[in-house]
């Protein structure tokens, strides 16, 4: 009995989620709309959909595409770190 419920359960799981990434993308257009969010924000935001979408359409499988994507996020967090430390360490050294 419970091989009848688990494919609904799948679904109503993919369903759902897939309907909270749109109400998210929806409220975050309002809030862009109002002037409650900058656009740039938004756009620093959706660099890892944009990068997994490019690389999916060019590599051969999705798999590559999210491993190379964590791997580039990764790099971009570590370059944004050490960037921050040097623009802090300059504005101390310098003030």
Request: net charge positive.
């Amino acid at each position: 009995m419970s091989n009848v419920i688990l494919p609904i359960a799948i679904w109503a799981a993919i369903g759902l989620a897939g309907l909270s990434i749109l109400v998210m993308g929806l409220s975050g257009l309002r809030s862009v709309w109002y002037g409650k969010v900058q656009p740039l924000t938004i756009g620093i935001i959706a660099i890892p959909g944009v990068l997994v979408a490019i690389l999916g359409a060019t590599m051969e499988t999705w798999v590559q595409a999210g491993i190379y994507t964590l791997v580039t996020m990764f790099g971009l967090l570590i370059l944004g770190m050490i960037g921050t430390g040097l623009r802090q360490a300059f504005q101390s050294a310098f003030s």
